[in-house]
């Protein structure tokens, strides 16, 4: 997504105001993962970056399993807000680098758009996903965007 880079495995430092999504897989380990690195923000371990929330890539096609609920919950009830966001997998993208990927979301696009950014018209069919954003991804970006449009405010607000 536009807007916001990639900080690897570290949380940003730096004077301007950092707002964070951490992202993980939703396997027991990426799920304790993510618990643990929430509850470091929680804890103020992490500075003065603020934690937007969670988004989970799916790792395989379906829901989380029953044997990770407890995890899941824990993770819900640590982040802030319950913002836990969750992209499907999408198979064609397992097979692609990052640049072969349909353009990167940005805010002005809104929803409903093509990897070129043209509007796409009349019903919905089938999406290429290496051609086009996915709804189910482009409704993450517009949520989380939203989410951190309103911290940045909060913080700005404050400072």
Known sequence: MAPFADAGQVI???????ICILVANPHRAGLRAAHRAVLQFGTGA???ATLAGVVLVSDCPGRVPKALAGDMARL?????????????H????????????????EP????????GGARRR??????DPLRELPDEVTHVAE???????SLFTRINQAG
């Open 12 to 18: 940003p430092a730096a004077d301007d105001p950092a």
């Open 46 to 48: 992490a500075g003065a």
């Open 76 to 88: 819900v009830e640590a982040a802030p807000g319950g913002n836990v966001w969750t992209i499907p």
């Open 90 to 105: 999408i198979p064609a993208w397992r097979t692609v680098v990052p640049d072969d990927l349909p353009a990167a979301w």
């Open 108 to 115: 002005s696009m809104g929803g409903d758009l093509t990897a």
């Open 122 to 127: 009349g019903r919905r069919s089938r999406v």
């Open 143 to 149: 949520e989380i965007f939203t989410r951190c449009k």
